[in-house]
């Protein structure tokens, strides 16, 4: 799809101030040659070929070095027996990644202009909501992303600390692979981030009609005031619209926030594709490798590795399925006050005009979030996802009592 940027042109304090709330993100993104912009004097571009060269640089690299190591060490292992069938099965396990790695590059790249209007939209979403120069919701929601990804730092820490302990691959092997590994639990970080960035905005969205209802009531004029729009301790900015254009400018605001849904939908869904994909063969390698330690009893401090690498992988898909659940409920909360605007018999026929347009709106915009239309994510995915890891561990149960 081809963006336009004069439309969503907006003032360089209004995209500072979301570039700052992001800033945690990118700059771990950076470091692994990840650009979701260009910043140009007060607005944001694509990325230049400079940029994008060094991505590609970056990321062949690491491959050419995983390449070398991978095919070194190969030439020097003389294992036989099941133990090569699991040394076998790590191998191709490590290739994946590797792949999964080149793809996830040339992706991401792909969808650049994406990513720019992504921005633009919350930029836009933030000026309807009279939010965008409130810079202590910004602070807020900064502090937010840095504490989750701060317990995401510490928690692969840990675990990388223990994995390099095992010695289950050799050092250099063991890092790039971490490195990989890393980067692909990132992604879906990156993910929760941006679709709690719109459950927020849907929040305050909701709040304001909810106000609106109040009001009307009442017979009030109306007149939001901001302390009047506390969520959850956080102040929004105050919300002063006259009767007449209140409710479409909420459902020019929902439109938008479901256009940056599917943009975002758009860049990540092979990320989300890859982490469901990919957390469930790990899930099944685990399985198998661990009921081999256990029956070998050669390395039985290896089961609790396995354990906590696989519940890593589930807590990752869970998170990502419980924030596109949550925003889901606040779509849902969305229609149900719009629909109570609609039966409201006291409002002008144009307020009523108004929210019937609006529930088009939410009609069109489901917010559901898929990976490639396949996978809607939700938490019904997750009963699914565990209904079918239980099923195959059964199987795999059953299978290794053949050898």
Known sequence: MEVIDDP??????????????????????????RFRYRKVGGNIEILSRRMKFYAI??????????????????????????????????????????IQHILSTVIFLHYTKNNVHIIKLIAHIDDNLNISKNRQFYKDSRRLIQIGISIFIIIYILLTIYKLNTKIYELPTEILLTIFDFERHLEVLAFCIFIKTMKDRLSIVNKVLEHVIVTKN??????????????????????????????RTLGITYDLIGEACDEINKVFKFHIFKALFTTFVYIIITIWSSIHYIRTSTAPHLLFLFISLGLLDIVSVGIMAYT?????????????????????????RQMRLQAKAF??????????????????????LMLKFISVSTTYLIVIIQVSHFY
């Open 218 to 247: 009442r017979g009030h004029t109306l007149n939001i005031p901001a302390k009047n729009l506390r969520n959850q301790n956080v102040l929004y900015a105050g919300f002063t619209i006259n009767d007449s254009s209140i409710i």
């Open 57 to 98: 640089f970056l990321a062949s690299l690491t491959v050419a070095a995983f390449g070398i190591i991978f095919v070194n060490e190969g030439l020097q292992q003389t294992v036989t027996g099941i133990s090569k069938i699991v040394d076998i099965v790590d191998k191709v396990a490590s290739v994946t990644i590797v």
């Open 359 to 380: 529930m088009e709106l939410i009609e069109v915009w489901p917010l559901q979030i898929y990976a490639y239309d396949m996978f809607a994510i939700d938490i019904k």
């Open 324 to 348: 596109c659940e949550v925003l889901l409920l606040k779509r849902n909360s969305t229609k149900i006050l719009v629909n109570e605007l609609i039966m409201n018999y006291d409002l002008t």
């Open 8 to 33: 969503y042109k907006m003032d360089a304090t209004k995209i500072d101030l979301i570039l700052y709330m992001l800033r945690p993100l990118t700059i771990i993104e950076n470091l692994f040659g």
